[in-house]
């Protein structure tokens, strides 16, 4: 048992290293994907259908691809950014591109939520297209831009899973022990405390994103 509690303390460890790591990707490089590809639709203040077009088609290109063979079709990504294609770090390179991709069609579909006569009434107002980003599509789509990242994490966790096979994590550690070794009752742990990882996540997205629909009523 103790030795159990240690082999899943370790791969808690590492998924959270994946997890965490993407989920950075997802931020810096989602978001601004994301507000490009609206801000460049037609009507809007950087209307580009050559930039729209090329950013729509590379993510859902991205987004229609099963995980594994993602994972399979980047590890010469990973070897040559890593020179490595095993453990958590390199697992969250394949991670980070699914999670982009993901959260940029997230972040799209929030600021679509937006009501278009506000962005106009900036615009009339005589505001900078970097000033109604930052002060207007942001923080009036701050909720569903947090509903995003939770459904982006809880996808994440179920990704990092599947990059057990490389990565290690909670998935490798069930794959090792329930399958090879025959021992159910640590492939019902691993389950177990997946669920339980989950619901926690979801719980607290679901609760900071009810706070900020309350802050943008006010």
């Not at 965490?20 to 994301?34: E, K």
């Not at 590890?75 to 969250?92: M, Y």
């Given at each position: 048992m103790n030795e159990l509690m240690g082999e899943l303390s370790v791969a808690f460890g590492e998924t959270f290293t994946m997890v965490?790591?993407?989920?950075?990707?997802?931020?810096?490089?989602?978001?601004?994907?994301?507000i490009a590809i609206y801000v460049t639709d037609r009507h809007l203040f950087w209307q580009n259908r050559v930039v729209y077009m090329l950013s729509t088609v590379l993510v859902n290109i991205i987004r229609s691809v099963p995980f594994v063979i993602l994972l399979v079709l980047l590890?010469?990504?990973?070897?040559?950014?890593?020179?490595?294609?095993?453990?958590?770090?390199?697992?969250?390179v394949p991670m980070s591109v699914a999670a982009i991709a993901f959260y940029a069609r997230?972040?799209?579909?929030?600021?679509?939520?937006?009501?278009?006569?506000?962005?106009?009434?900036a615009e009339a107002f005589g505001a900078s297209p970097m000033r109604i980003i930052a002060t207007v599509l942001l923080p009036e789509a701050l909720a569903g831009l947090l509903r995003g990242l939770?459904?982006?994490l809880v996808s994440l966790i179920g990704y990092s899973e599947m990059a057990g096979i490389v990565g290690g994590g909670v998935g490798d550690l069930a794959i090792r022990f329930g399958y090879?070794?025959?021992?159910?009752?640590?492939?019902?742990?691993?389950?177990?405390?997946?669920?339980?990882?989950?619901?926690?996540?979801?719980?607290?997205?679901?609760?900071?994103?009810?706070?900020?629909?309350?802050?943008?009523?006010?």
């Open positions: 965490s790591i993407s989920t950075l990707g997802a931020l810096l490089l989602g978001l601004p994907l994301g590890l010469p990504l990973t070897q040559w950014l890593l020179g490595s294609t095993i453990g958590p770090v390199a697992a969250a997230l972040v799209d579909s929030a600021l679509r939520e937006v009501d278009p006569g506000i962005v106009e009434a939770t459904i982006t090879y070794r025959y021992e159910t009752e640590v492939m019902v742990i691993t389950v177990i405390a997946l669920v339980v990882l989950v619901q926690l996540v979801q719980t607290a997205g679901d609760w900071v994103s009810r706070w900020a629909n309350k802050r943008e009523k006010r």
